[in-house]
């Protein structure tokens, strides 16, 4: 069964306290590995796609990097509007169809 | 606004009613997908459509559950005979068929059965 772990469950930084996030995964057939951001009460914002070991992909403060086994999501010097919860998915065909799983999210809180 | 958008926001229901949710997708994303997410929780995937096609549904997707998409182009999501554990945040999203990892997600149906 494929698995999706992300680490740590919950992050709080100092603004401009630059840190990493990471998802570690388990899965069989890789179609890709995405990041979204989560504001309470809302949707998962989509942020990167990675499809293959040592692509890196970035936008403003965040820079998502991937190997064969684990994804990083780096923050550089954070603001506190990049507090929120960033999930990690990963994409697998099973059978012949897709299938996205998600970890739990790592919990990010900025503080001024 | 052009994003996927999902009607409505909340449902507060009894034990045992039906309730049916919405979703329109991006007018051009050819597929539509359901999750349900829980406190604390990442989305756990239901179902998903490629146009009016059913294509996999979920083992979580109980016979009390029934999703469609006629025509390919709305959602609707369908719990009969609610349950308490049915509680959750019901996120739709959709995709084109080329970039099928980048779903765009709508802002999420909240139910609550008390």
């Known amino acids: 069964e494929d698995q999706v772990t992300q680490s740590p469950e919950a992050l709080r930084l100092q603004e401009g306290e630059s840190s990493s996030l990471n998802c570690s995964y388990t899965v069989s057939g890789l179609r890709g590995l995405f990041w979204y951001r989560q504001d309470p009460g809302k949707g998962p914002e989509f942020l990167f796609t990675?499809?293959?070991a040592g692509e890196e992909k970035e936008k403003e403060r965040l820079k998502a990097t991937l190997t064969k086994k684990e994804s990083f999501l780096h923050i550089t010097a954070p603001k506190p509007e990049d507090s929120a919860t960033y999930l990690c998915a990963v994409r697998t065909l099973s059978g012949g169809y897709q299938k996205v799983t998600f970890g739990i999210g790592t919990k990010l809180q900025v503080i001024p | 606004d052009t994003g996927v958008s999902q009607d409505p926001r909340h449902k507060i229901t009894k034990r045992g009613q039906n309730v049916t949710f919405r979703c329109d997708p991006i007018s051009e994303h050819n597929r539509l997908y359901w999750y349900r997410q829980t406190l604390g929780q990442g989305p756990e995937f239901l179902t998903y459509f490629q146009n009016e096609a059913q294509l996999e549904k979920s083992r979580l997707l109980s016979d009390r559950f029934s999703a469609e998409r006629p025509k390919g182009s709305f959602s609707t999501l369908e719990i009969q005979r609610t349950e308490q554990g049915d509680s959750a945040m019901y996120l739709c999203a959709s995709s084109v068929l080329a970039l099928q990892g980048e779903q765009f997600f709508g802002p999420g149906t909240r139910l609550t059965v008390l």
């Open positions: 990675l499809y293959s």
